[in-house]
């Protein structure tokens, strides 16, 4: 790929590439659909136990991102893992690092908070 002329102040112009995302994103409404037709989908909660002491997911395995390395064997490596926290961030994180490692990732879009906004029947808010 070619370098872009410098600008006056000697910056360079042109678009900044930043990657591609190693991971799909998917949404509360695509998880709860797969739910309903009978899949079983691996829900992993990256936040930490006082978060999900406040509100947890109706489905799915916590391990905070800072113990995911030394707990990843605990994940399935034969179907897809849908990454949550509480806003997406976190998830993010951890899907990228999941899909480096090989593993089939999602991040849940938004979180838990888009997961109780979304929610037809809503129970609690996660905060």
Known sequence: ?????????GARAGPVSLGAMSYSEVTPGEVRERLAKGEDVFLLDVREPDEVAEWAYPIGVNIPLGQLGARVDELPRDRT????????????????????????????????VAWVASDPEPESDPG
């Open 1 to 9: 790929m070619a370098k872009a002329a410098p600008t006056e102040n």
């Open 81 to 112: 893992i849908v990454v949550a926290c509480h806003v997406g961030g976190r998830s993010a994180q951890a899907a990228t690092a999941l899909s480096d490692a090989g593993y089939t990732a999602e991040n849940l879009a938004g979180g838990a």
